[in-house]
């Protein structure tokens, strides 16, 4: 919960319209079924990512990425995503969902890249009528306990 902060800075930095909110982050971090990681650069908190999980479906969904613009370029990106992945496989999921603005090159080159393919697309999604591209990736299946 300390963290709430500075991942709101984010949030503030990296998206114009349909942010986050601070009780958004509280509930996710305390009360949601998912997980919230953040990535740490030197220590300090350099971006996050949140994935709900549903207990009817096997799906998790990526409802919120962001890395902080100072930190964007050496591959932590890439990292946080396969590591909300990992948190996704490991709890049953077969398979990661999100939405990404159309306009939002940059994300859809590092999800591409990690393997989402297109699957839909939701006409005037955002605040500023900007539609989202909804992109999927199927993931391996979790190993075996020993």
Do not use: W
Not at 41 to 59: K, L, M, P, S, W
Not at 96 to 118: H, M, Q, T
Not at 133 to 141: I, Q, S, V
Request: one cysteine or more.
């Amino acid at each position: 919960m300390t963290d709430i902060p500075v991942l709101m800075v984010i949030e503030e930095l990296c998206f114009p319209t349909d942010r986050m909110t601070r009780r958004n982050f509280r509930y996710a971090i305390s009360q949601a079924k998912g997980v919230v990681l953040v990535a740490l650069v030197d220590g300090e908190v350099a971006g996050y990512g949140v994935v709900g999980f549903h207990a009817r479906t096997r799906i998790g969904r990526l409802t919120s990425f962001a890395l902080h613009p100072d930190h964007r370029g050496a591959g932590l990106g890439r990292r946080l995503l396969a590591a909300l992945e990992d948190a996704a496989t490991t709890h049953g999921c077969g398979s990661i969902r999100l939405e990404v603005r159309r306009d939002n090159a940059a994300a859809i080159g590092l999800y591409n890249g990690a393997g989402y393919a297109l699957f839909g697309v939701y006409l005037d999604y955002y605040e500023d009528d900007m539609a989202a591209l909804r992109l999927e990736k199927l993931l391996p299946p979790a190993p075996l306990a020993a």
